[in-house]
């Protein structure tokens, strides 16, 4: 019976809405094939382990009854049974895993070499997981808003430009990825100092024929454009193209 099963805070898997409505639509249509691990509960009934949002979608579809495994643990193996069946799903954001690692390191007292061996992970793993640990705390608070939009592709480098003294760019950065949909890449490279800003585009310029264009010319930098409204007109012009430059070159001489 579901009213049999109780929750305990901090265990379940943070979903989000896409995932979790998928999630229903899945056991709404299908059954379920991974039940709920459980153990008894002292004070009767059974703490749910792991399958919190498959215990949380059966009552929002008006189901009274989920399969359960009754497993028999102490208190730390239903720590590790609950932590790491959420924190090694592949959709996890890269965040969330950070997030579990550092409560486990720091409730157990692990290195990170200790934990990578009790994970079945490599200890490079869990170290490019920590360099969330080093951005701002403004930072943080922004990646915490939507961690799915963070990875650990990019994060190392936020930190180490942090370590360098650029917090203010590293904050920003968080920011417009998380509230304006700004890449990592791009919101990386502004935080570097690599982009600059756009020169304006230039209107373009058109040939007319009549009341029909002709010829359409476009400069920006370097790149001069022509697009023709007849690809036989492009095609005869080329050559006329290439013997003004050809001449041009040579006055430069």
């Not at 200890?123 to 403004?138: G, N, R, V």
């Not at 036989?232 to 080329?238: H, I, K, L, R, S």
Request: charged share 30%; with cysteine; proline share 4%.
């Amino acid at each position: 019976k579901l009213s049999e099963l109780h929750e305990v805070p901090g265990r379940r898997r943070k979903l989000s809405p896409q995932q979790y409505e998928e999630l229903k639509a899945n056991l709404k249509h299908n059954k379920l094939t991974n039940p709920v691990a459980v153990r008894f509960r002292v004070a009767g009934g059974y703490e749910i382990i792991a399958g919190h949002n498959r215990v949380a979608i059966y009552d929002e579809l008006g189901r009274d009854e989920i399969d359960i495994n009754i497993l028999d643990l102490d208190d730390d193996e239903v720590d590790r049974a609950a932590f790491y069946s959420n924190l090694l799903a592949p959709s996890l954001p890269d965040y969330e895993k950070f997030v579990g690692f550092k409560a486990r390191m720091d409730k157990k007292g692990l290195t990170q070499s200790e934990l990578a061996k009790e994970a079945g992970v490599t200890q490079p793993y869990i170290s490019t997981l920590m360099s969330f640990e080093d951005l701002p705390a403004e930072a943080l608070e922004y990646v915490a808003q939507a961690p799915e939009l963070f990875g650990t592709r990019v994060v190392p480098k936020f930190a180490a430009l942090a370590r360098q003294g650029k917090v203010e760019a590293v904050v920003e950065a968080c920011k417009q990825i998380a509230t304006a949909g700004v890449a990592q890449t791009v919101a990386l490279k502004t935080a570097e100092g690599r982009t600059s800003a756009a020169k304006p585009r230039q209107a373009a310029i058109k040939v007319r024929l009549g009341k029909s264009t002709y010829c359409e010319i476009q400069h920006s930098d370097r790149t001069l454009k022509l697009s023709f409204a007849s690809s036989d007109e492009a095609a005869a012009t080329v050559a006329a193209v290439q013997k003004f430059l050809e001449d041009r070159a040579k006055e430069m001489k």
